[in-house]
Nanobody, 115 residues
């Protein structure tokens, strides 16, 4: 089982990044999938997610209108499009897949928003 994130980096305030997460080793289409983030000294927080089989999605109020989440069950990927980034979006971003009590996590990708 693997979840591998990519796309993180350094961006200026107001910029955009696209994070991708590739799943393998399990039936991704049968799992809900989410993005979480964790800033230094803070708890991990939920950012956005998609349901099984990806019919509905939702984002946290803190990123609503700026972040968009989507998934591709054929490619077994979940994507987070982040626009109008702010310094407070700086964090390590993690993708996960969950079904019932089973949760899989990626290793995380760093996003830094700074001028």
């Amino acid at each position: 089982v693997q979840l591998v994130e990519s796309g993180g980096g350094l961006v200026q305030p107001g910029g955009s990044l696209t994070l991708s997460c590739a799943a393998s080793g399990f039936a991704f289409s049968n799992y809900g999938s989410n993005w979480y983030r964790q800033a230094p000294g803070k708890e991990r927080e939920w950012v956005a997610g998609t349901s099984v089989p990806g019919v509905s999605s939702n984002t946290a109020n803190s990123v609503k209108g700026r972040f968009t989440v989507s998934r591709d069950n054929v490619k077994s990927t979940i994507t987070l499009q982040m626009n109008n980034l702010k310094p407070e979006d700086t964090a390590v971003y993690y993708c996960n897949a969950e079904r019932g009590s089973t949760r899989y996590w990626g290793q995380g990708t760093q996003v830094t928003v700074s001028s």
